[in-house]
């Protein structure tokens, strides 16, 4: 029965959480985002945290698709960086300020992504930088009209 359960669920797949359409709400159509950051959001962040994931060959395994679907709605709820520009002043502060304080705690990529993910091991320097980077648009949005 157990088997039988396994290779039916094979057939039961999420929605995967890509889009043909191009990143015109993109964060950085909006913000100021430095090219070292942003290679760091797109290598370690967009996976979840986008309209545009990218998937692995064990995604297909069930299980593990929907586990790894769970994630990334979840991932978006916190912020999508594919639509970071439709954001209110007031949801992108709130969201610089999580995306700072994250990285201070080097809490982000989840520890699952980081170990079957080479460009999700972030290195302090890599950290520092988005952190700051998180602060300096934080406050630059605080103060603003």
């Not at 797949?13 to 964060?27: L, S, Y």
């Not at 007031?90 to 080479?118: Q, T």
Request: charged fraction near 25%; proline fraction near 4%.
């Amino acid at each position: 029965m157990v088997i039988l359960i396994l290779i039916l669920i094979q057939f039961f797949r999420p929605a995967k959480n890509i889009t043909d359409e191009d990143p015109v709400d993109g964060i950085a159509t909006k913000y100021e985002v430095p090219m070292n950051v942003l290679m760091v959001l797109n290598d370690a962040c967009y996976d979840c945290h986008s309209n545009y994931s990218n998937y692995p060959w064990y995604y297909n395994i069930q299980p593990v698709g929907w586990w790894m679907n769970y994630h990334i709605e979840e991932a978006k709820k916190h912020v999508n960086f594919s639509e970071f520009a439709r954001y209110s002043k007031e949801d992108a502060i709130h969201a610089f300020h999580d995306i700072k304080k994250v990285m201070k705690a080097h809490a982000m990529p989840i520890k699952s992504y980081r170990l079957m993910h080479e460009k999700g091991q972030l290195s302090d320097e890599q950290y520092e930088n988005v952190a700051k980077w998180a602060a300096k648009m934080e406050e630059k949005l605080i103060t603003s009209n």
